[in-house]
């Protein structure tokens, strides 16, 4: 039955493929419908004119795989199944993906377009799913189809119900389609306007279509290195999300790219153990590696930003926390002990809660898990932070001895603990045998 009803609505898109090119090839033979000549497009290697054409918004379905938005819909169906852009349940889908990606600027472009008309034509291909343009069609489409709601009439937005685009020939194949999108939607002035984690999906999608990182670089007006740092960054995003059993779900990955370019130029320098690692004071193994990795995923998942975040694997000549053996055999243990696990694995939200969005139960879990552990996170860092302050200042010891009065200076004797905490009186022998041994030291001067 499942297979039949795969075939039956395959067989439904198919037909309205080919209704589409129909009509699309129709619109072609009518002067009336050009409204732009002689535009170049960069097609299969060589600079073709095309003509503009003013299509039917009806005509059209959106690229549900669009580079603005490719990771909330690789998620959605990662969690719900596979979205059909024929469909108007999951064509309404893709419009609120598309319009929640940038609210502010959608605003301004839907009032451009209704005092303006538009100015940048798209491209679609010949069976009219939309190459260039998903956004503009998208705030088209918003601005006719719900007018009574915005409180339009129909004149003022009949315009609207028209995509101006360059039609792409027959043989334009999946290849020539993604060259096309990524030129045309991320070059160079309109890069800011995407989510961070798009660039790195559109890259492994260009990759597995079999273009080359110099060829990927050429398409996003990048250097080679920076989609090669890209790949690998995806590569270690993709490793954070299979730890919390996200795998696939790429909106988890939100305000997380800073951390994660960190974390890959650390773990990459550890790996090829460089000049800038030699301020480590042992000889760390790949598993200490995975470990550093596995400790900073946490950091991650709770935002933990900034240079505290840095300090925990930053290379180079200050070092970090992992650079100092004994410190970082501390700190682990301390993360290890105390660092709370997930009160639900994802499968067991899932059977429990049946009737929610896994989406919403996702952030709730991360949520859930940052209010317990934070506490944790933040003063086993802060601690280590501070330990590793003092070892970059070991060849400063009048900082240090200033620094180390003036917390002790700052004790209050009075309190109960100092006298009933036996690592208290511990730490007092302790510090009284290293300044015995720094006054003899001074006295042999």
């Known amino acids: 039955l499942s297979l039949i009803k795969s075939l039956t609505k395959w067989e439904e898109s198919k037909m309205d493929a080919i209704t589409r090119k129909a009509r699309l090839d129709e619109l072609k033979g009518n002067q009336l419908n050009i409204a732009m000549t002689g535009i170049p497009l960069r097609y299969k290697g060589t600079t073709r004119t095309e003509i503009v054409y003013r299509i039917p918004l009806d005509y059209l379905v959106y690229n549900k795989y669009n580079g603005r938005i490719g990771s909330d819909v690789l998620s959605y169906e990662k969690q719900n199944g596979v979205l059909n852009a024929e ?120 990759k597995r279509l079999g273009f080359s990182e110099e060829d990927i670089a050429g398409f996003m007006s990048e250097k080679p290195s920076q989609v090669k740092e890209w790949l690998s960054i995806l590569d270690l995003m993709e490793d954070y999300l299979k730890e919390y059993d996200y795998e696939g779900i790429y909106t988890r990955l939100e305000k997380t790219e800073g951390p994660f370019v960190d974390l890959e130029n650390y773990l990459d320098s550890y790996k090829k153990r460089g000049a800038n690692v030699r301020s480590a004071d042992w000889t760390y193994t790949d598993s200490d590696i995975s470990d550093l990795k596995l400790v900073c995923f946490d950091y ?18 200050d070092g970090s926390i992992f650079c100092y053996k004994n410190l970082w055999d501390s700190f682990l243990q301390q993360h290890q002990e105390n660092t709370p696990v997930d009160a639900q694995t994802v499968e067991e939200l899932r059977k429990n809660y049946p009737a929610e969005d896994l989406s919403t139960l996702l952030r709730k879990r991360d949520k859930d898990w940052t209010d317990n552990a934070i506490g944790q996170l933040t003063g086993n860092l802060k ?23 003036s917390a002790l200076q700052a004790v209050d004797c009075e309190q109960d603990s100092f006298v009933n905490d036996p690592h208290i009186e511990e730490m007092v022998r302790e510090i009284n045998k290293l300044t015995y041994e720094m006054k003899k030291i001074l006295e042999r001067r």
């Open 87 to 206: 469909l108007d349940d999951d064509k309404a889908i893709i419009e609120k993906f598309l319009y929640e990606s940038k609210i502010d600027r959608n605003k301004i472009t839907m009032d451009s377009l209704l005092k303006n008309g538009q100015q940048r034509y798209g491209i679609v291909t010949s069976d009219g799913t939309i190459v260039d343009g998903n956004r503009r069609a998208m705030l088209l489409n918003r601005l006719f189809h719900k007018r009574d709601e915005l409180g339009y009439s129909y004149e003022e937005v009949e315009k609207c119900k028209y995509f101006l685009a360059i039609i792409l020939p027959d043989d334009a194949e999946e290849k020539d389609i993604q060259q096309l999108e990524t030129i045309y939607q991320m070059g160079e002035d309109d890069k800011l306007d995407y989510n961070p984690i798009e660039k790195y999906l559109k890259c492994k999608e260009l």
């Open 300 to 317: 991650i998942r709770a935002r933990y930003e900034g240079k505290e975040f840095r300090d925990i694997a930053k290379t180079g000549k």
């Open 383 to 405: 601690r280590f932070s501070q330990k590793l302050g003092d070892k970059r200042a070991s060849n400063k010891p009048g900082e240090l001895i200033e620094r180390a009065l």
